[in-house]
């Protein structure tokens, strides 16, 4: 349906631009006005799309972050933003994600890591923990807020907390929650420390966990909208709680970045 709209928004604002700039397919000289108009025309389709479906919601009773609906067409415009990206997603490891509770935990390269990620789970309410700048992009701001994300200081030890007691609520409450323990972007393929306090999200509602590695996030949309990106995403086998419970934080966050480090080893092997 969301694409529908999207295909339908395209061609009726490409149809206005060729209106606008009296454009008759008689001439070289009108290439170049061709492909800014289709260029816009993505741009605005999108826009305008996002737009709708914010209306949806907003005509719509407001519903908690467990919603299926709504996390249902938050992905079905994620996706549209990867084809829109020219992002071919290539997901390994689909049946390792469960059917009860879990967090996931996985690398952080970029702030788009959550466009390659969420849509992965399909109608499971996946929610993340992220840096409350995220909350300020246009577009994503709006859709991650309205999902009941919650937001994460990097600066404000006592409002990082209380971000965490709310994630940890939600679980507890069975609900799936997703955070990224390096605690900022690593901006590639290498992996920088892990935070040993991202896995109390996990360790206090014993949690079962699941981790994700990313690969070329980083390389997204550097050669946009010239040359399609392919992106990786392994979903590694489910770590039950009972194969963690008697590991501390940081023996966690080790094992945890040591099966991470393993797939990004794999992954550079095939490139």
Known sequence: MISLIYLILFLASNFMFYL?????????????????????????????????????????????????FNHYFANSILLLGLRLGRVKLV?????????????????????????????????????????????????????????????????????????????IKIVKSGNPMAIFPEGKRSFGNDLIDFKPGAFKLAMKPKADILIGTLYDVSKMLKQWPFKRQVVRLHIHPLLKYEEYKDLNSNELAQLVKDQIQAQLDKFKELS
């Not at 309410?125 to 937001?151: C, D, H, R, T």
Request: charged share 15%.
């Open 20 to 68: 606008l700039f009296n454009i008759n397919f008689n001439s070289y000289f009108e290439i170049p006005l061709v492909i800014i108009g289709i260029l816009l025309s993505f741009i605005i389709a999108f826009i305008l799309t996002v737009g709708i479906i914010a209306i949806i919601y907003n005509l719509r009773k407001r519903k908690p972050y467990d919603n299926v």
């Open 91 to 167: 997901v390994t490891g689909k049946e390792n994600i469960p059917t009860t509770n879990f967090v996931y935990y996985g690398n952080h390269q970029e702030n788009w890591d959550i466009i390659a990620i969420k849509p992965v789970f399909k109608k499971i309410p996946l929610n993340f923990i992220a840096k409350e700048a995220l909350w300020k992009v246009p577009l994503l701001g709006g859709l991650i807020k309205m999902l009941g994300n919650v937001p994460i200081s990097r600066t404000a030890d006592r409002s990082a907390a209380e971000s965490m007691v709310k994630g």
